[in-house]
């Protein structure tokens, strides 16, 4: 099951451009691992820009597996799984 969010985040990145850590509703949530990536195409008719999804597990006071968006230049937390 997944909570839909599709809240703004900022997010601290590593080397390789993912997300280390987030900053989500005022409170940080590190990234202990990232599950997968992919990146969904744009509407070329629509001039619409690639949207790069990233699923992590991620730490706060419990774990939990999020889905990561980027769009542009802003990230976004996509999902909450269940």
């Not at 839909?4 to 997300?19: C, F, K, V, W, Y």
């Not at 590190?30 to 992590?56: S, Y």
């Not at 706060?60 to 937390?77: A, I, M, R, V």
């Amino acid at each position: 099951m997944a909570k839909l969010i599709g809240e703004p985040i900022r997010t601290h990145a590593g080397r390789d451009s993912l997300p280390t850590a987030f900053i989500w509703r005022k409170r940080l949530y590190r990234v202990v691992e990232v599950l997968n990536r992919w990146r969904e195409p744009a509407d070329w008719w629509d001039e619409k820009q690639v949207r790069f999804f990233v699923g992590v597990n991620a730490r706060n006071s419990t774990e939990g597996t999020c889905e990561l968006c980027q769009f542009g230049d802003s990230w976004f937390l996509q999902r909450i799984l269940d």
